[in-house]
Every structure is written in C-alpha cells, then in structure tokens.
C-alpha cells in the first residue's frame, strides 16, 4: 500500500492511552471537531498547565550548547511562560490555587538547576516537529510523539530517552510510554538507545532508570491496539465502557459538548482550549503533555 499522511491513521501515547481508559474519550479528543470552528477541543487544568511550562523550559535547553542552557535561570523562564496559562487560561480560578501551582513549577525547576545530571551532557534533539514514522505500511498507520529529552553517549554512539514527569504518581509497569517512545527514537534517529529513564521532578534529584522493552515485542503490542483504533475509526463506534452515564475519562469532555465548560483561547494547535469552573484543582491525572 502507497503511503499517505493525509489518509493514514496516527496513533502517539497519549491517543493509545485515550483508547484503553475510554473509547469516547479518545473520540472526544482525537476525533471531535466542533461544527462551529471546525477545531478541535482541549480540556485545560491546573495540573496540566503546570506539566506544559515546565516541559517547555526543560524541553528548550535542548537545543542550546551545553555551556548556555542555565545562563539565563530556569525560574526566571518559567515567570515568563506561565503568562500563557495564567488566570482561566490554566483553570485557576482563585490566586490561592494558582500561587500552589506556580511554586510547585518554580520548585521543580530550582531543584533541577542544582541537580542538572544529564541536562549539562550533550543532547539529540529531533528535527522534525513532530517526530514520527510508519508503524504499518500495509494498515496505514503512522506512530508519532514528542521526546523529551535523549541525553547523548558519544562513546557507544548512543542515546538515553529520559522522560520528565511532574505529576505525584508513578507511572504503572503496564504503561505503553517506554515502548512506544523506545519505538520512536529507534525509527526516527540512527542511533542507538541505551537506556530509559523517568525523571519525578516533585521526588527525585535525578532520572530512574527503567528496563528498556523489547522493541519487537513493542511493535507488536503497539500495532495490535492502532489497529483497533483504526477498525473504531471506520465503524465510527466509540463507545464509553461504562454506558451513557459516561466515565472520569470522558465525563469531564462531555461537558464542553454540552456547553458546560468556559472557552478560553485557542492553542498553536488549533485546538479550542477549555476549562470548567471550579474543576477539582488536585487532580493530577493529566500533569504531563507527551
């Protein structure tokens, strides 16, 4: 079969994990497009503004020389980039929340400044904006995703994926994360991985090292769950598990279709940004942007 971007279907962590918690979740946010603007919907909160600035300033030292990525302090870029999800934009609809999540940022970036580890070592930084490659030519499916950080070992011409978490749980053992990110840096770049970590910026000074997956067995477990996903997308059948009562995954997305949610900006995406008054600021489900 001929490659098409254009009809192919895309599948990334963030859509796959969307599929497993809930199929009308994954509808609602990789599918849906509101009939007035033609975009996309995003649902904003507290965590997840925190886990996009933070990301952004960690993800930016890529790209500078190793001797120039902490001239400038990572919380004096931090105070600028939150103007982005400041006030509504970010769900915070008090000082108080907002303050809490500000100097949570603030703190996670004060403590990588004194315990940079790998961000002072060369780095790899993907060309492509998006990165991404075919998973099957034959079923028209592209898998793509964003890496946050591949340290560099000139000595074995190798490459070390470190994922930042700023979010207070722990990623479970049976996360897709390392084995689709373990695909995506294998197809995507010439050299080799050598290792995986997290790094938990709220709890650790340096990254934790993880089993890197088999990356045959990856493809595989990856492959069978975009093919249900394509197989969804044909029958256009996206079912919540739990009925029409709905589920945590979707319920809260419901919401902006049933003009329960305040629009508050569109992103670079084109996505239409939302939040819900008065949301449940603790939740850290979604602190991470991959």
Known sequence: MSQDKFTAVWVSHTSINDYLH????????????????????QLMSPALALGQI????????????????????????????????????????????EHYYFERGKEMLRMVSNNPGPLKNLAVKIQQELPYYWLSDEDNIILCGKIDWLEYFPDQEAVHIIDFKTGKKKEENT????????????????????????WYLNTDTTPVEQELPDIIKAHDQVLQIAKKIKTARKLDSFKCPHGESGCRYCRPLEKIINNEAIKVGTSEYSQDIYVLPRSNTNNEDNAIIL
């Open 22 to 41: 809930c199929p009308r979740a994954y509808y609602l946010n990789n599918v849906y497009k509101d009939p007035k603007t033609n975009h996309k919907i």
């Open 175 to 198: 996360s897709l994360q390392l084995p689709i990110y373990h695909l995506l840096v294998a197809n995507v770049q010439k050299r080799k991985v050598a290792k995986a970590s997290y």
């Open 54 to 97: 933070v990301h952004e300033v960690l993800e930016s030292l890529s790209t500078l020389p190793v001797g120039k990525r902490f001239e400038v302090k990572l919380t004096d870029r931090f105070e600028k980039l939150w103007l982005k999800v400041s006030g509504k934009k970010g769900g915070f609809f008090d000082d108080e929340t």
